[in-house]
């Protein structure tokens, strides 16, 4: 099964656990970063998926994620980090890249990086079940 990038936007609900999550995936090319911002204001949570198969970006992302990091509308707003495609030989292990993405700069903030693979969903629920529990805790 081949996946393919998004193409502009999608909107979809998505329910799990508790929670009724409304999920924008917005695609990443680089022409559509610049649109991004548009969509923070009352985000509850945001989700970054980044291919740690693909070693040759990563800094890419290193950048996209501090851009999240440091935006006005996200603050106080939790991250996870989805390091994809673990099931490819060459991906990056987790240590590797929470330090290339350098999340762990980012002390006063909540983040998770969890690894997954999309393709086989793999890993993904465990990434879930911290988003909802930090979710769940922020709105006591």
Known sequence: MESTPTIGFNVEEVNYGKFNFKV?????QEKIRKLWYHYFRMSDAVI??????????????EAEIKGLMNAPDLQGVPILVLANKQDLPHALP?????SRLKLTDYRNRQWHCQTCCA???DDLYEGLDWLSKTLSELTK
């Open 24 to 28: 924008w995936d917005i695609g990443g």
């Open 48 to 61: 970054y998926v980044v291919d740690s198969n693909d070693t040759d970006r990563v800094e890419d992302a």
């Open 94 to 98: 987790l240590n590797t890249l929470v």
């Open 119 to 121: 393709k086989s969903g």
